[in-house]
């Protein structure tokens, strides 16, 4: 298809291990954020990426929490030493549009991946 | 500072009543985009509507319209004829110009119920 996909849809991870959480963007997309969404909330903005500079990580919560987009398409998300509160849906969205430019189009989603830390 | 709110965190209405969905946002943007979203229980956000801070005109697509009012700052979501296939989680969520990433800021989201 041609929508975002994320990889694993589901995570279960022990305490203390670490995480790795893959997001494919939609082909020729510029912008690649991601979000984090806890139970019963809405997503919280963790890191925005334009091609592969990631020029905002105000809203990783720790730096127990690291995101690359190396060649300006595939992400990962990675989580080190994961924690109970890690727990969540980890969503990826994507872009036409980069920072600067006048028109803005929307962010489109993928279906996230939801990690439960035990 | 920016924030959006929607009050009401659960509605529940049967088949074919109309219902409106409440946005209410803060920001000192003078240039902004208001979005709404659908997130069924597959949990995909589905992308419903994009209003920029100088169209003030309402829109109407099928069963939805859309009323912003820069005035008192809410950007209301109305379903007519309501339908169980409409039964989700609505967010609401605000992008700024001087977030230079437009990074979305959502609000707790309401769920719809609609009863058959």
């Known amino acids: 298809g041609a929508g975002v996909s994320q990889s694993p849809r589901y995570k279960v991870a022990k305490r203390g291990q670490d995480v790795a959480l893959r997001c494919d963007p939609i082909s020729g997309h510029v912008s690649l954020f991601w979000y984090q969404q806890a139970l019963g909330q809405g997503p919280e903005f963790l890191t925005y990426f334009q091609n592969e500079a990631q020029l905002d990580k105000s809203g990783l919560p720790s730096d127990r929490f690291f995101a690359e987009r190396p060649e300006g398409s595939v992400s990962t998300l990675k989580i080190q030493r994961t924690q109970q509160e890690d727990s969540a849906v980890y969503l990826c969205?994507?872009?036409?549009?980069?920072?600067?430019?006048?028109?803005?189009?929307?962010?489109?989603f993928g279906p996230g991946t939801r990690l439960t830390v035990l | 500072a920016q924030k959006v709110t929607q009050a009401q965190t659960e509605i529940s209405v049967v088949e074919k009543e109309d219902v409106t969905l409440d946005c209410v946002y803060e920001t000192r943007d003078t240039t902004y985009y208001l979005f709404w979203y659908k997130q069924p229980p597959s949990g995909e956000l589905v992308f419903l509507i994009r209003r920029n801070s100088f169209d003030e005109q309402n829109e109407i697509s099928g069963r939805y319209s859309w009323n912003f009012q820069k005035s008192t700052s809410s950007f209301n979501f109305t379903i007519t004829a309501s339908q169980v296939v409409d039964s989700a989680v609505y967010f609401c969520a605000l992008s700024e110009e001087t977030s230079g990433t437009y990074k979305y800021i959502f609000g707790t989201g309401t769920r719809l119920k609609v009863l058959a």
């Open positions: 969205a994507s872009s036409q549009s980069s920072s600067g430019v006048s028109s803005y189009n929307e962010q489109f």
